[in-house]
């Protein structure tokens, strides 16, 4: 069984940095698509950033890059959202989800598996 578990949540400042983890555990990820989506209050579910396992090929949300860098440990099964140049408007849940796919997907339908989620909050 699939299972997926995000950390490195938490409280920081506008323009501070977060690094966000998600562990991939149960089977192989090498022909997986790893996605990030967030959630802030009120809002749906948004995409933020997509890469396949090997890293050969990211997406990203277009307010967050050059801010948000995903990144994966293949030995560790872990992929990693570095999240710079924090702001307010980030603030969400964030979620780590996997698909099993052949290119990358941006939306929540397209992806089977799905982390807890972990708390970010951007203070002003």
């Known amino acids: 069984q699939v299972q997926l578990a995000e950390s490195g949540g938490g409280l920081v400042q506008a323009g501070g940095s977060l690094r966000l983890s998600c562990e991939a555990s149960?089977?192989?990820?090498?022909?997986?698509?790893m996605g990030w989506f967030r959630q802030a209050p009120g809002k749906e579910r948004e995409f933020v950033a997509s890469?396949?396992?090997?890293?050969?090929?990211?997406l990203y949300l277009d307010s967050v890059k050059g801010r948000f860098t995903m990144s994966r440990d293949n030995a560790k099964n872990t992929v990693y959202l570095q999240m710079n140049s924090l702001k307010p408007e980030d603030t969400a849940v964030y979620y780590c989800?996997?698909?099993?796919?052949?290119?990358?997907?941006?939306?929540?339908?397209?992806?089977?598996?799905w982390g807890q989620g972990t708390q970010v909050t951007v203070s002003s």
């Open positions: 890469s396949t396992w090997s890293g050969s090929n990211t």
């Open positions: 989800a996997a698909t099993r796919v052949d290119f990358i997907r941006t939306r929540q339908e397209d992806y089977a598996y």
């Open positions: 149960g089977r192989t990820f090498i022909n997986y698509i």
